[in-house]
């Protein structure tokens, strides 16, 4: 057996340690790593190639003249009316949301392929067929202004089930229309 010596420069060792050991802080402190917005997607990972990723999940923001504990009773609201079930619900830090259900075919009354892209087969768009995992989660914050922000931030993957053999998880792109729809009905709700 004969082993291949590869060089890397030195620059690219330095980069990649100080990017690998950056330990996320802010002002000092740690920063904050439960029900946060999902990693970044492993898109493409091989043995003689660089991992490369999915871009990080951007949340959608809206901005409420109301109190911060009120735009989160109506962020609540707004999961119920989509039938999401909740399983991170924080009032202190007002964060809200399930950072991992899924459905097929349909969501939010919607085609799974009007919401995501996940690739596509010889039988047409994956997200037409596969099972949808998904994460939605809201913060809500005061601005500072006197107004409140709320942020969605929606991840989606998509898993084959067919014949029984579930494979690892394939990232898929957001259309953008279920932040839309959730910030929608969050407007419906902050009116009643």
Do not use: H
Request: aromatic share 8%; net charge positive; hydrophobic share 40%.
């Amino acid at each position: 057996m004969s082993f291949r010596r590869v060089a890397i420069p030195l620059a690219l060792v330095v980069l990649t340690v100080g990017c690998a050991s950056s330990g996320g802080t802010t002002g000092g402190a740690p920063a904050a790593t439960s029900a946060r917005a999902p990693a970044q997607a492993t898109i493409y990972q091989g043995a003689d190639q660089v991992t490369m990723y999915a871009d990080a999940p951007r949340a959608s923001v809206r901005s409420f003249e109301a109190d911060p504990a009120k735009v989160f009773a109506a962020v609540k609201q707004t999961f119920a009316d989509f039938s999401i079930p909740v399983t991170v619900d924080n009032p202190t830090t007002r964060q809200i949301g399930n950072p991992d259900f899924y459905r097929t075919r349909q969501f939010m009354g919607k085609n799974m392929v009007q919401l995501v892209s996940c690739g596509s087969s010889m039988t047409g768009p994956n997200a037409a067929t596969f099972r949808i995992f998904m994460s939605l989660m809201v913060s809500v914050a005061p601005d500072g202004k006197g107004k409140t922000d709320a942020g969605v931030t929606f991840v989606a993957s998509a898993r084959d089930m067919a014949g029984g053999n579930s494979v690892d998880r394939l990232p898929c792109g957001s259309s953008g229309i279920v932040d839309q729809l959730f910030l929608d009905q969050l407007i419906k709700n902050m009116s009643k």
